[in-house]
């Protein structure tokens, strides 16, 4: 009898080997240094997959199972020449290895010998070792055993980091000293020392005038009365302060240590090239911080110009005095100006104004430049600011200014006395003393009376003149309904005159004006032709009654010619306006005949 066995193969799983070699450990070790270049966490020739019973995988991944530092952390491969994808994720660490369909044993074994470790961390990572773990599947679905990989975290010793500005941008410190002053500090009150390795001391820190232009004279001074085991020397050869402890102190106390420099120079005349004072400290470990600096302008001490616009020599007098008439052109505001400067010989530039500016840019001021000068000259009329600007010699500077003039187009302007201050520059770059003392020269305000101005035509018409028309026998004709009287600087008007300049019907032309409860008066004169309408009233009610002015003409049959009527006004100064012009188109009406029955006999026998 014989008895029949099926025999069922049953998938074994894949086993990693992440070492390859006799060992009976499948795991890895090995070492990444801070600020180094990624390693491998595979033996980069033995290790390996073996499956007995399959030829192909499907996946492989890769875990960080305790990423301290989170996405910092890196794994990657290298898939070049196979038909594998790699992909990683830094939110779970994970690096997947993939093929579709699934490739072949050797390909993951080639791709299994590339994986390496990277922590972007470059300062102070966590010194934890890192466990990955391995694992892959083949083509079934078996899952393989988890090799480990232990990644060792070597630190590297970081340099001290110097910051002379603390929170504010930038590492540089700006600082200013002016010749006679006190030391100025010469770092900020939060300059910083830091150090992201812990337990770091500081060993010393120096700080040098790396460009000294007056020998012998430029300090460098610390106080060190804060900073317990530090002490403090300066070489003035060198331009070199020295803080140095005899064994290390922690940064805390040389960083109250720095936060005392103070650069002094003590020549008379102090050379004005910016100072750089370079910074730099060491650790225990001789290791040399970064170097800062610290940059200090150095400002010789400068006296101001002088402007006196009236030339008169009296310290206690620089203002001079003018008077500007309405419509009489523009006028000299200081031509006695005198401008001095006991350590200059140039100007770089001055100021004018006029304050207050009452009418606006129709006041202007304004200057004659001297031919072959550097000076510019620019005018904004909104401010009534005259700038001139140029590095050139006082005397030119004194010259342009002399030929500074005032005026004003306005046609009524404010009478208020105006002032021109003026105020000039040296070539100095001391922002403190390089200006002059602010002169000013008044100007009395004398008006002009302006004529008054009709317009018959109305405002919202153009031009003063206006014509229109009058019918043979029909009602009379206004010569200026819209008409309007005004003066720029006067309120009242003392009289108008209508005025028919070609009466060529005689007496039978006629004006007329209504001037009702007005307060004004009028009359005809037919000798003259002429309407006046007097009384010191207001334009307003002028020019109501103007409105009301009417032509008639009471010829059975007028010339046709076009009449001129003239008018003109004048203010209550007795000043008269230019004459405005109505111009009357003569329209004819035909009369009927008269029949007359009763005039003679011998009209009679002919009917």
């Given amino acids: 009898q014989v008895s029949t066995i099926t025999v069922v193969p049953v998938n074994d799983a894949p086993i990693v080997d992440l070492d390859g070699t006799s060992s009976a450990s499948t795991n890895f070790a090995t070492s990444f240094t801070e600020k180094g270049p990624a390693v491998p966490i595979t033996d980069t020739n033995f290790a390996t997959i073996t499956d007995i019973d399959s030829t192909e995988i499907s996946t492989c991944r890769a875990v960080i199972l305790n990423a301290v530092d989170g996405t910092d952390e890196i794994l990657a491969a290298d898939t ?346 040296d070539d100095s770059s001391d922002v403190d003393t390089n200006q002059s003392n602010e002169a000013i020269s008044t100007i009395t305000i004398v008006p002009f009376n302006d004529p008054p101005s009709v317009d018959l035509s109305g405002p919202a018409a153009i031009g003063l003149d206006f014509t229109t028309s009058y019918t043979e026998d029909g009602t009379p004709t206004a010569i200026a309904p819209d008409g309007e009287v005004t003066d720029i600087d006067s309120d009242t008007l003392s009289q108008c005159e209508v005025t028919i300049d070609n009466p060529i019907d005689g007496n039978n032309e006629i004006l007329t004006a209504n001037v009702g409860s007005s307060g004004l008066s009028s009359f005809y004169n037919p000798s003259t032709h002429t309407l006046t309408i007097n009384g010191e009233q207001i334009k307003q009610v002028y020019s109501t009654v103007l409105q009301s002015v009417t032509y008639e003409n009471t010829d059975d049959s007028p010339d046709l010619t076009d009449r001129t009527v003239l008018v003109h006004c004048f203010d209550s100064d007795g000043l008269s306006s230019p004459d405005s012009t109505t111009t009357i188109q003569m329209n004819a009406n035909n009369d009927a005949p008269v029949l007359d029955l009763s005039r003679s006999e011998e009209h009679t026998s002919e009917l």
């Fill in 80 to 425: 070049t020449g196979t038909g594998i994808t790699a992909t990683y994720v830094d939110t779970t660490n994970t690096l997947t290895l993939s093929g579709s369909p699934a490739q072949s044993i050797t390909d993951y074994i080639t791709v299994l010998r590339t994986v390496t470790y990277e922590h972007l961390n470059l300062e102070n990572p966590s010194e934890e070792p890192r466990q990955v773990e391995f694992v892959c599947s083949d083509e079934l679905g078996a899952v393989s055993n988890r090799p480990i990989a232990t990644v060792n975290i070597i630190s590297d010793n970081d340099p001290i980091r110097l910051d002379l500005n603390g929170p504010a941008a930038g590492e540089t410190y700006s600082a200013t000293f002016t010749e006679g002053n006190q030391p100025t500090r010469i770092t900020s009150p939060q300059t910083s020392v830091t150090d992201v390795d812990p337990d770091s001391e500081v060993v010393e820190c120096t700080a040098q005038i790396t460009n000294i232009q007056d020998p012998l004279d430029e300090y460098l001074y610390a106080d060190v009365s804060g900073s317990p085991g530090v002490a403090a020397s300066y070489d003035v050869n060198t331009g070199t302060l020295v803080l140095r402890a005899s064994s290390g102190e922690p940064l805390s106390s040389f960083e109250a240590a720095l936060r005392t420099v103070r650069y002094s120079n003590e020549d008379d005349d102090p050379d004005s090239t910016l100072r750089i004072v370079a910074f730099q400290c060491e650790d225990q470990f001789a290791v040399a911080s970064n170097t800062v600096n610290a940059e200090v302008t150095v400002i010789p001490v400068n006296d101001s110009p002088v402007i006196d616009l009236s030339g008169n020599s009296d310290p206690n007098d620089s203002s001079e005095a003018v008077t500007w008439t309405e419509q009489d052109g523009p006028i000299l505001v200081h031509p006695d100006i005198v401008a001095t400067d006991v350590d200059s010989t140039n100007f770089a530039g001055c100021d004018l104004r006029i304050e207050p500016l009452l009418d606006g840019p129709d006041e202007t001021i304004a200057v004659v430049i001297p031919g072959g000068s550097s000076i510019s000259s620019s005018y904004i009329a909104a401010s009534g600011h005259l700038r001139l600007t140029g590095v050139d010699t006082i005397d030119n500077y004194i010259a342009t200014l002399a030929s500074v003039t005032y005026d004003n187009s306005e046609l009524n302007p404010s009478l208020e006395d105006r002032e021109v201050h003026v105020v000039c520059r």
